[in-house]
């Protein structure tokens, strides 16, 4: 009996474990969500992007105003980007990022997410840009990627 319960408790709290750990991002309500950076309306869910801290959405038109969101924020509790190709939601961690003056996206920076690196690097080949890891992308300048995306 004892073996049982101690079974049943430990299959419980992985199961709680997991869920906890599971962070999915909420859906954008186009026309009606603002960007928390710069304030505009977010028009096309698409290309936005968004964070959760403490379980609270934090959400950006665009993957630029995120990024310097992210600059200044470094407590969260999971980031989210749609992938440029598939426009599906995709773990900004994992992510990889190709910049480009003529990718277009809401603020101008100019940015694409991309599930792989094979992904990105595909599309920098085809289309032109600079690929770059999260890691990469969040040692940037934003005005600077904004400046050269017009």
């Known amino acids: 009996m004892k073996r049982k319960l101690l079974t049943f408790l430990l299959a419980l709290s992985m199961t709680a ?11 954008i309500n186009e026309n009606v969500d603002s960007c928390d950076t710069c ?3 977010i028009r096309d869910a ?6 959760l801290i403490d379980g609270k ?5 665009d993957i630029g105003c995120m990024v310097t969101y992210l600059q200044q924020h ?3 509790d999971a980031a989210f980007v749609h992938a440029h190709d598939s426009k599906e939601w ?14 277009e996206s809401p603020m101008g920076y ?6 792989t690196k094979q992904a990105a690097e595909k599309f920098a080949n085809e289309h032109g840009g600079q690929v770059f ?4 992308l969040l040692k940037q300048n934003m005005m600077e990627f904004k400046m050269h995306s017009h």
Request: proline share 4%; aromatic share 10%; with cysteine.
């Open 74 to 76: 470094k407590n969260i």
């Open 17 to 27: 474990g997991c869920s906890a750990q599971a962070a999915k991002p909420v859906e």
């Open 90 to 103: 995709i773990d900004f961690q994992k992510s990889y990022f190709v910049h480009d003056s003529s990718i």
């Open 46 to 51: 698409s290309l936005a992007a968004e964070v």
């Open 39 to 41: 304030h505009m309306g």
């Open 133 to 136: 890891s999260k890691d990469e």
């Open 110 to 115: 100019g940015i694409a997410a991309f599930l």
């Open 57 to 61: 959405p934090m959400k950006f038109d």
